[in-house]
Each structure stands twice: as C-alpha cells, then as structure tokens.
C-alpha cells in the first residue's frame, strides 16, 4: 500500500515488455498519476505513448463500481452478498443440471498470475479442464510448437542478451516498432547502432520497417510476403542453406556438430524439401527469389542469428507448422542455446506469458505440466487435495462455439470474447440467445459485460498487487495504490469467496482452506509448490529486479537463456521437422477478390477496453480504418480518407480507407481495437489442429464504396 509522499512502483498494463513505472497519488480519490521509474529494471526509465497514459483509465467515469444483477434484460445494483449467492446458486444448478464441463472459464492476460492461478484452480476444483485465456488468440501456436520441440513456450533467450550479442535479427510476423516500442528503442535499435542487421518480413511495411530505416540501406532487408505464405518463404531460406551447404561444406552455413550432438529430425527436414521448387515458392510468396537467397545468407553466416515471431506467424491454421519452421532454420544452424540467437515470441500483453505460466489452460497445468500426465497429475492434487480431470478440456473458441449444445455458462475474468474472437457477431448471438448463464468480472462494461446476467466490478491493475512476467520470463511484482472506488474488489478476492462458497466447508464436503488466502504473496506461496519453473522464487527475492524463469530452487538467479547443454524435452534433443505449405482456410475468389489481414497499433491495446477511454490515446487514432493499395484503390474508385464498407462473409463494418503503398496489392489490413467496427466482425472462424488457435490473419474481404464524401464519418455507436 503506498503512503502520501511516496510514488509506487509497479509494471505497465499493456504489452508484454514488462516497463517500471511510478503511480503517484493526490490529495484527491481516485487521483492517480504517472511517473517515471528512472532504475526500472527492463526499461530504464523510457515509456511508450501507453505507458505513460496508462493512469488515465484508473478514475475514468466508465468504471464498473457496483455489482449488477440482469432483471427482465435490465441491470439494477445488487449487493455483494446477493451477488455472490446468484453466481454460485447458478454454478451449481449448471454442474447438477448438465456436468462440471457445461462451465467454461476464461481467464485474462491483464490480471496477475495469483489471480490467473486462482482461476483454474477454481475451474479444476469445479471439475472441468475447460479454462482458457487470450495466449489462445495470440501465441498458442508459439506455446505448442516451442513447448513440443524445445521445451518450453516462450522466448528462449532475454532483451539484454539479445541486444548484447545478436549480429542478425530475423523479424517475421512481428511489429515491435508498433506493439513493443521500448523494447524494440531501448534493446533491438541499440543493437542496430552497435552493428546488428534486421531482416523483417511482414507483409505489411510499419513502424519497424521505419525505425531501422530498412528502405534507406543495404544492410537491412523487408521481405514482404502475401499473407500466408510464411511456410514456403521459410523453406526457399531452408533449401538455400542446404543447397550452399552441399556446394561448400566447409563455409559453415549449417552446424553439422549441433545437428548431430543436440537435434533429431533433420533428415526429415531434407527429404520434405526434396523436389521444392524455390522459382515457384518465391512466385506464390510474392518476393523476388534472390532477396530471400541474400536474406538466407545473412542469417546463416552470422556468428549468432536470433529469430522473432509474432501473431503473423502464430495466427493461422498452420501457425504450428509456421513456428516450426522457424524453430528447423534456428536448430539446424545452431542458433539455438547461446547469447543473442534463439527463437522469440514477442508477446502481447503484460500477462500472456504468465496467464499460461500457471496453467491457465485446457491441457495443462501450472509450469506447463499436462493434465493427461498422471504423475504430474498426481504431484499437483497432492497440494491442491482433490483430484483434477485427466483430460483437457475445451480452449475459449471451442467454449464459445460449443454455447447451447454442450456448453451452459461462463465464468469471464477480464476477457471481452464478443470483441476478441473471430465471427464476433456469431459470438455475440450464441451468448445472448443460447448462454444459460453468463458471469463477467471486470473493470468495464465491455461488450461481453452488457450480455450478462451478473457482472462483478473489479478494482484496475493500479489498485491490486501481485506478480506478472513478461515477454522475456521475467516476473516481476505489481505493488498497489488506495483503491478508487470503495465497493470494488481485487479479482483474487473475488475468487477466493466464490471458491470458499462453493467448496467451501459443509459445500459439497470440500475443504474450506482451498480458497483461503489473504493477499497474493499467500497465493503465491501455493503456487510455488504445483509449478516447478517458479518454484525456487518468493517475492523477497524477486524484489524490484525480477527473476527469469525457470527458477527450480530457491537462491537460483533464474536463466537469462535457455538450452544452453540440452533441450527440455524427453530425450534431451531439438526436435527439426518438415513441414508443408497450407494456405489459409479462405482465399480470395470472384466474390471476396481481397485478402484481409489484421494488426495492432501502438496507441491501441486489444479490444481497445482500456485504450479507446484513453484521452491521450484515443486522440492518436479515433477510429479504426482500412489500408488499400494505391493500385486498388484506382480500382475502386477510392481515394484517401474516403469511407467504405469492408465486407466479408461473416459481416461488414464501416472504416475509413487510408491509401497507402505500405500493404501490397491485392490485400486490406484493419485493427480489432474499435468497437464500432472491430475486424474480427469479419475474422475467419477456423483453427488450427493442434494449437486451436484461429485464423486471424487471413480471409477473404471485399469493399464497396459509395457515394459519401471522406468527411462524413461514420457514427461511433
């Protein structure tokens, strides 16, 4: 808790870079204001746009400070008690009704990992392995094919390493320019003044193509793929290394020593892509061959070639395989294992990677540990004194699209699925007409929150304590100012009364301490003892610096990078495959002749919750807009700042067009931050097999353009 005169140090909301900074308090309630932290472990002292509005949102008028009860499709304020009785009363009548697997529960990428811990507790002790948070939407790919083939899903090295000693930076599918300014400022561009050189490729040109001048120099290059063409334009880099590799055996363009010593599967990989036609690959990518040759050439000869991915690679049918292929061109080179290589998911919101961390997921458990593996199984009723289902469960999208046949309720902490998943409107149809029961706790009355039958008013990230880990398994503690709004409540506490009520003593025979905690740090403690990757921590020793994961003992300083003698799998070795183009689900055609694919701003945070009641922000990009192509816009009679109507077969929104030779020909890029017209009313519900995450950047989309001049603005509803 702070005092009058002394600012508190705690973690940015937003994106995953993990930034230091101060909130000072006023003498006013409720008046809270930024400040920079000059010694912030991860950042220094420098902030982003969004960081330093993040306070704007905390006494904003929009926030939910009462507990409302839906009566004949109106909210009227209950109290807390009331509250409580109506979401357990209605867990319970779900569970008896139907079974434990008619609830899902959605935990949230901005709350602590206390809470996120709670939350699958809770849904486990429940008995359903139904729990998911948005890392579905972002990395789950990522998560699956780094987890399957390395060991563990996230970055497997830090910004400071990477900044230190990186001589290449592969970018793909990423935008840290735009969705990681600080880390992209204060480690990536550093490193470029120091020698380092990008190689990004994204179909889009942005604020990274900007940033490093890659227009302007030889040095660096942007290769600008259609979108969904990552996997071919991955295996004309793959081929040429080996084609030089054949030719000149000894110029190092593979690492014989680390394929042989740490890696299986390369074999594999060769006879995948025996037969591939580079000529054809580099046609359907879009890209002249002999720009992916020389981009081939600068990664594999460096002395250390780092990769990073993001939602470009990860949000596709085939983001498995895409992430895959990126992890076979790091191990097969061997930049893997040191300072400054490796392969790096850039992560989205300043608690993805901890939401997942412990085990807010559908078939795992904290620190990763599965759910159908009996003995980690075992290891974690032990603690927890009740035994958990031993088969995964159903992630947030197939929750969604089970509504009004297998599932009845929901249980939302955080999260906005009628603005973050794909087909929105489909969405939002399923939940209001076919949803038994809906529970949202949140600090807004999102889009979600307006469909529910209790919403439960949550106190803001500037209000509550706990620890968070960010991009690079850094976890870090968020400590709190005065609550705003006196009958708010932390969502740890929350949580801990609806679990004490419902498992509580005389409460279906359960244990009455499951849910008994004080404050985070006693969570915290708990989850120490079910994941082994944050075992070693307590929050004395993450203390203002943090501490990488994994931390298996307590005094261990935690791993900077990983994989430095031998990967975290069963047997010890990398594992390289070969994999295939797939193109997306849904390709243009006569009727859809566009290719849509999406993105974030960086004045802008997900389903904008936060970010579009940012005065400061809001002023950066009112509204969402479309990107056309000088040569497509001709076509359609567009010009710049026109209002058109973005179609797809899923529905339609209104946007402004900005005209621009940034996106290729032939392809539209748009945001899902805007309310009045988010992206994902058009976004493709289809996922991919294994990771089940959807097909975000791809589908087919078409614009009609009528006759309104570009001033008239559409209304924002």
């Known amino acids: ?76 304020e209950a109290t807390w008690e009331e509250a409580y009785s109506y979401v357990v009363d209605e867990l319970e009548r779900v569970r008896d009704e139907y079974s434990p697997d008619a609830m899902g529960f959605f935990g949230s990428s901005k709350t602590m990992n206390e809470e996120n811990y709670l939350i699958q507790k809770l849904a486990r002790r429940y008995g359903t392995n ?169 990664y594999a000869m460096a002395n250390n070639a780092a990769i990073f991915t993001g939602m470009g690679m990860s949000q596709h049918t085939c983001g498995v395989d895409n992430v895959q292929n990126e992890i076979n061109l790091g191990l097969m080179t061997g930049n893997v294992g040191r300072p400054g290589t490796g392969v790096n998911p850039l992560r989205g919101q300043n608690n993805v990677q901890g939401a997942s961390d412990v085990g807010t997921m559908p078939n795992v458990l904290p620190g990763y540990q599965l759910v159908d593996d009996d003995e980690a199984r075992e290891s974690v009723e032990e603690v927890w004194g009740f035994d958990v289902p031993p088969e995964p469960g159903l992630t947030n999208v197939e929750i969604s699209n089970s509504i009004g046949d297998t599932v009845h309720g929901l249980y939302i902490m955080g999260e906005n699925p009628v603005m973050s998943e794909p087909d929105a409107n489909e969405v939002e149809e399923r939940i209001e007409d076919e949803l038994g029961f809906l529970c949202v706790q949140d600090i807004f009355m999102t889009e979600t929150a307006e469909l529910a039958d209790v919403v439960l008013p949550a106190t803001t990230w500037a209000e509550r304590g706990g620890t968070v880990t960010n991009t690079d398994r850094r976890v870090q503690r968020m400590r709190p100012a005065h609550k705003v709004h006196e009958n708010t409540k932390h969502d740890l506490d929350i949580l801990c009364e609806v679990g004490t009520r419902l498992f509580g003593e005389g409460a279906n025979g359960g244990d009455p301490d499951g849910f008994d905690f004080d404050d985070p740090e006693e969570v915290f403690e708990e989850l120490r003892q079910v994941c082994p990757i944050y075992h070693g921590m307590t929050y004395d020793l993450l203390g203002e610096e943090g501490v990488h994961w994994p931390c298996y003992e307590p005094g261990d300083e935690g791993d900077p990078f990983l994989y430095e003698d031998s990967f975290d799998t069963e047997n010890g070795l990398g594992k390289i495959e070969g994999v295939r183009h797939q193109p997306p689900k849904e390709v243009p055609d006569e009727e859809y ?66 005209v621009t030779d940034e996106i290729k020909e032939g392809v539209v890029w748009t945001t899902p931050h805007f309310a009045a017209a988010s992206a994902n009313v058009l976004t493709n519900n289809v996922l991919d097999e294994r990771a089940k995450i959807p097909e975000y950047k791809a589908a087919a989309a078409e614009i009609e353009v009528s006759v309104e001049p570009s001033d008239a603005a559409p209304a924002d509803d």
């Open 1 to 76: 808790m702070s005092t009058d005169d002394e600012p508190v140090k705690t973690i940015c909301p937003y994106c995953g870079v993990g930034c230091g900074i101060k909130v000072r308090e006023g003498d006013e309630p409720g008046d809270v204001q930024f400040m920079p932290w000059a010694d912030a472990p991860v950042n220094e002292g420098s902030i982003c746009i969004k960081g330093g509005a993040a306070t704007e949102v905390v006494n904003h008028e929009d926030r939910l400070t009462d507990p409302l009860i839906k009566e004949d499709g109106e909210f009227r």
């Open 130 to 298: 139904n729990v998911d948070n948005c890392t579905r939407m972002c990395h789950a790919s990522t998560v699956w094919a780094l987890r399957t083939s390395l060991g563990a899903g996230a970055m497997t090295n830090s910004m400071a390493d990477l900044e230190e000693a990186a001589d290449v930076f592969w970018i793909q599918g990423a935008n840290p320019g735009e969705q990681h300014p600080i880390a992209n400022s204060q480690y990536f561009r550093q490193a470029v003044l120091e020698g380092a050189t990008v190689i990004q490729v994204d179909p889009h040109a942005n604020k990274t193509t900007r940033s490093f001048q890659i227009d302007e120099t030889d040095r660096h290059m942007h290769l600008q793929p259609k979108p969904g063409t990552d996997i071919p334009l991955l295996n004309v880099v793959i081929k040429t290394v080996l084609e030089k590799h054949e030719a000149n055996p000894e110029a190092g363009w593979i690492d014989e020593a680390f394929i042989d010593e740490r890696t299986e599967g390369f074999e594999h990989l060769r006879e995948t892509l025996e037969g591939f036609d580079k000529e054809a690959a580099a046609e359907e990518c879009g890209v002249p061959l002999e720009d992916i040759e020389l981009a081939a050439e600068k």
């Open 593 to 658: 002749p566009l290719v849509l694919t999406t993105g974030r701003l960086e004045e802008h945070y997900n389903t904008g919750t936060m970010s579009r009641r940012s005065p400061t922000l809001s002023r950066q990009h009112p509204e969402n807009f479309v990107d056309v192509h000088p040569n497509d816009a001709e076509r359609y009679g567009i010009e710049d700042g026109d209002y058109v109507t973005l179609k797809s077969r899923r529905g339609e929104i209104r946007v402004r067009a900005d």
